[in-house]
């Protein structure tokens, strides 16, 4: 006998699935909106109280409402579009830049799992089964929306930032992938659900400590030059450039930009907190009702701690040149996250591979990094032996009126 279902008892269940869809996309939109406004806030006053100065204090309590209040200044200014521009592009350029951040967090586990009306629900908007893929790509086509809208304000400054925007972003894209895919070798997985889940057992069995805290630094300097985030801010470095590629921008479309960037802080502390510190894992106490709340506070507390870091990067480290953050990225991250890979690689198969291959790669980074150096020596020329002011080698006329007043 075969047996049967109920085709309104199908249909009911297709309709409270896409219910429960809508409420957690409609739920996370809503907490990723508010979070950016309060992130917002939070980094104008934290580094206030840094440099000993007050910060927003005007509108609402402890100047709460001055995101709202410049974001609604931002909406009735003029939309002022350039003569030059490539109107189509120049407007799609910034939610390039917004929409992947969305898309990213819908990925990240927030919380354990609940069950509402006898159905388990994933605190979670989706779970693919290659959402390290997704979060990868998300982050390819954030380089997008920062190159168009150079290329379409039909200005030379805006399009030289854009492209050592991009050149900047796809140099820390390998290093970043590289420590991706050390987690993914250890988990066994391209879920984050299965990456938190094997993380789950106690602190011991986080990522970041069984992986060597390596892959995790280089993660995180990776993220936030790929979030143009302080000391590697190059692209909007007033100074060289204006404003950067949002040079022409303004009014609502400006203001996506600037959302856009604290957005995209919010989601990689997310991701951070999910690939190598357990997600929503951490102590919960034996209490039956309110167990599932736990694991969302856990997650809160981590994602604000490294939201709080990138306040702190802001406001205490100075602003790389571009070539030092070039020599960085491709000089020493690439290599010493390809020779990490290759270590824990090795930590898999067997622990005498791995201590092998880590002596063999930290023979390899010595001799690398050292001829590196004689590169640069070679290249720098006379320069090289000049006395030098700061970082910077004094010009030769310099050193000629210098040496003959008998100061040197």
């Known amino acids: ?42 980094e104008r006053k934290a580094i206030s109280d840094m440099q000993s100065r007050i910060g927003p204090q005007r509108w609402g309590p402890f100047g709460l409402l001055q995101t709202m209040a410049d974001g ?16 189509f592009v120049f407007k799609l350029a910034p939610f390039l830049a917004l929409i992947p951040g969305f898309i990213t967090f819908a990925i990240v586990p927030v919380g354990g799992t609940l069950t509402i009306a006898g ?37 030379k400054y805006p399009l030289l930032s854009s492209v050592r925007a991009s050149a900047q972003m796809i140099s820390y894209e390998a290093s970043l992938g590289l420590a991706v895919v050390m987690v993914v070798l250890v988990t066994g997985s391209l ?16 990522n970041v400590i069984r992986l060597g805290v390596i892959p995790f630094v280089i993660f995180l300097i990776s993220i936030t ?58 102590w919960v106490p034996n209490v039956p009702h309110l167990r599932w709340v736990f694991p969302i506070l856990w997650f809160f507390v981590k994602t604000v701690v490294f939201a709080f870091s990138y306040v702190w990067f802001r406001a205490a480290l100075p602003r790389f040149r571009y070539d030092q953050l070039m020599d960085l990225g491709w000089k020493k991250l690439i290599p010493l996250s390809l020779g990490w890979l290759i270590v824990v690689a090795g930590f898999l198969i067997a622990p005498a591979w791995g201590f092998a291959m880590g002596a063999v790669v930290l023979l390899a980074w010595t001799m690398l990094t050292r001829a590196f150096e004689i590169g640069t020596t070679r290249e720098r020329g006379a320069e090289a032996v000049l006395p030098v002011i700061g970082a910077r080698p004094l010009p030769p006329e310099v050193l000629r009126e210098i040496t003959d007043e008998g100061n040197v």
Request: aromatic share 10%.
């Open 119 to 155: 159905h388990p629900v994933l605190l979670q908007v989706a779970n693919p089964p290659m959402g390290i893929l997704l979060m990868l790509a998300m982050s390819g086509i954030s380089v997008y929306g920062v190159m168009l809208a150079g290329w379409s304000s039909g200005s």
């Open 225 to 282: 030059a790929e979030l143009n985030r302080p000391p590697f801010d190059v692209v909007e470095a007033e100074s060289e450039l204006v404003g950067g590629f949002h040079t022409e921008y303004s009014s609502f479309r400006f203001a996506i930009f600037y959302l856009a960037e604290f957005m995209n802080t919010i989601t990689m502390s997310a991701i951070m907190v999910t690939l190598f510190f357990g997600g929503p894992a951490g």
């Open 1 to 42: 006998m075969i047996a049967t279902v109920d085709p309104l008892y199908a249909h009911g269940v297709t309709l409270a699935v896409l219910l429960i869809v809508l409420i957690k996309v409609v739920v996370a939109f809503a907490l990723l909106l508010n979070a950016v406004i309060v992130m917002i806030w939070f």
């Open 72 to 87: 609604l200044k931002l909406m009735l200014k003029e939309d002022l579009i350039p003569a030059e521009a490539d109107r």
């Open 191 to 206: 879920s984050t659900h299965d990456i938190v889940t094997a993380q789950a057992n106690g602190i011991w069995h986080w």
